[in-house]
């Protein structure tokens, strides 16, 4: 019941287009939902979190949606640009600032 | 606000040595230090959390006698990874909450190889 599982396991988009990853919880005890970015040789930092009341988040060119019905929630980033290349890790937790379950990890690749 | 260091960012050691690695928040004090590894192209897996002045909670198949873990201060956490072997070579990441913050805050994580 601690497994939030992410996919795709490596995503490429091309400059401008729009990278989508998903991830789905089993825990319904989970009630926050982060991103973390991570580039190589790096720790993750946070990008956006949600929380189960609302169903979407935007902070620039970051998106969270959330089905909590579905206890599903994906990340969509617009205009995506090469320096967006990384890592990109789903989590939830009981609790912001909770122990973390992480998904498996995307890795991107925007192509120029 | 909210830094996390830790140091060192990268070590190499003989196989059987000890490796001391500390987390330090440096703007905030943090009552509860998270220790995580990361194996290449995998995701982070948390190994314990340390509430300051606790034992640390370790997690299932983590070994306490070979990771050990102090929070002796609101700034400062340490991993000492024991008799170090080839199989502990890792990325180790540090993470600190702290009273007024609702969110975890990553240090840059430590690169240890073991030879």
């Known amino acids: 019941q601690q497994q939030v599982k992410q996919s795709p396991q490596s995503l490429i988009v091309q400059k401008g287009g729009i990278s989508i990853i998903n991830c789905a919880y089993e825990?319904?005890?989970?009630?926050?939902f982060p991103w973390y970015q991570q580039f190589p040789g790096k720790g993750p930092a946070l990008l956006i979190a949600?929380?189960?009341?609302?169903s979407e988040k935007k902070e620039g060119r970051f998106t969270i949606s959330f089905n909590k019905s579905a206890k599903q929630f994906s990340l969509h980033i617009m205009d995506s640009q090469p320096g967006d290349s990384a890592t990109y890790f789903c989590a939830a937790s009981r609790g912001a600032g909770n122990m973390l379950t992480f998904g498996g990890g995307t890795r991107l690749m925007v192509k120029p | 606000g909210a830094v996390v260091s830790q140091h060192p960012s990268w070590v190499i050691c003989k196989s059987g040595t000890s490796v001391k690695i500390e987390c330090r928040s440096l703007?905030?004090?943090?009552?509860?230090m998270f220790w995580y590894r990361q194996f290449p192209k995998q995701s982070l897996m948390l190994m314990a959390t340390?509430?300051?002045?606790?034992?640390?909670?370790?997690e299932q198949g983590v070994e306490k006698d070979k990771f050990l873990i102090n929070h002796a201060s609101l700034t400062l956490s340490t991993l000492t990874v024991t008799s170090a072997h080839p199989e502990d070579s890792s990325f180790y990441i540090c993470?600190?909450?702290?009273?007024?913050?609702?969110?975890?805050?990553f240090g840059p994580g430590t690169r240890l190889t073991v030879l």
């Open positions: 340390s509430n300051e002045g606790s034992k640390a909670t370790y």
């Open positions: 825990n319904t005890a989970f009630d926050y």
């Open positions: 949600i929380r189960p009341d609302v």
């Open positions: 703007d905030f004090q943090a009552t509860t």
């Open positions: 993470s600190a909450k702290g009273l007024l913050n609702n969110e975890q805050f």
